[in-house]
């Protein structure tokens, strides 16, 4: 399998919230990243944690991690149609020089 | 300055063609990156720079050319290239090798015809 797994996509109504849901498998991952896509565009890094944390909260955006099961999670409050991107989940550790391992990407569709 | 700039925006070019890609930034980061991302797909690393010297490569064909004239500058030497290598050419930096954030750029388009 993969070495970072997402679904594919999730549509929510705006106003609500948003869980983009990612699983890894290297147990010495250190660092958790969030990134965005937007159509057309490079990535942009939204939020990353620290694997010995277990949650970090950023405005409406909160990541909670389970390190025992390595999923990751990213939650985003009162979801707006500028949220709609695609979301990348990615991991890095010390073995891999700290380069990020990029999940597929989870489209996020909202709609009014 | 906390920008990392890619030109161009857009690039066709034919199989026999010779272009180059061009990637910048000015926030005195010590490492950049070469990445390419085929639609629906994440990105994939190519090359790393790190100190202006090229520390991976991952076994990238040789059709694509990097160079890093300076600690401020990236550029990517197409030459040869394959329908296939159609895709969006990210350029990232970070403060240092392995840093914990890297910075993207916007990408360049290429389609090869």
């Known amino acids: 399998g993969e070495d970072v797994e997402q679904s594919l996509f999730l549509s929510v109504r705006e106003g609500d919230s948003s869980v983009i849901n990612c699983t890894y498998t290297d147990s010495s991952s250190t660092y958790l990243y969030w990134y965005k896509q937007e159509p057309g565009a490079g990535l942009q890094l939204l939020t990353y944690?620290?694997?010995?944390?277990d949650m970090k909260q950023d405005q409406r955006l909160t990541v909670l991690l389970n390190k025992k099961d390595k999923h990751l999670s990213l939650r985003i409050a009162d979801t707006q149609t500028g949220d709609s991107a695609i979301y990348f989940c990615a991991e890095s550790s010390s073995g891999g020089s700290y380069i990020p391992t990029f999940g597929r990407g989870t489209s996020l569709i909202v709609h009014p | 300055d906390t920008e990392v700039t890619q030109t161009p925006k857009h690039l066709v070019m034919g199989m026999t063609n010779k272009k180059s890609l061009k990637c910048e930034q000015h926030?005195?980061?010590?490492?950049m990156y070469w990445y390419k991302q085929k639609a629906k797909k994440p990105p994939e690393l190519m090359f790393v720079y790190s100190y202006e010297k090229l520390s991976i490569n991952e076994s990238v064909p040789s059709r694509f050319s990097p160079e890093c004239p300076n600690s401020s500058l990236l550029n990517l030497h197409l030459h040869a290239l394959q329908p296939e290598d159609s895709a969006l050419y990210l350029c990232?930096?970070?403060?240092?090798?392995?840093?914990?954030?890297?910075?993207f750029g916007p990408g360049t388009r290429l389609t090869v015809l």
């Open positions: 944690i620290f694997s010995n944390m």
């Open positions: 990232a930096s970070s403060q240092d090798p392995g840093d914990d954030e890297q910075f």
């Open positions: 926030m005195g980061h010590r490492a």
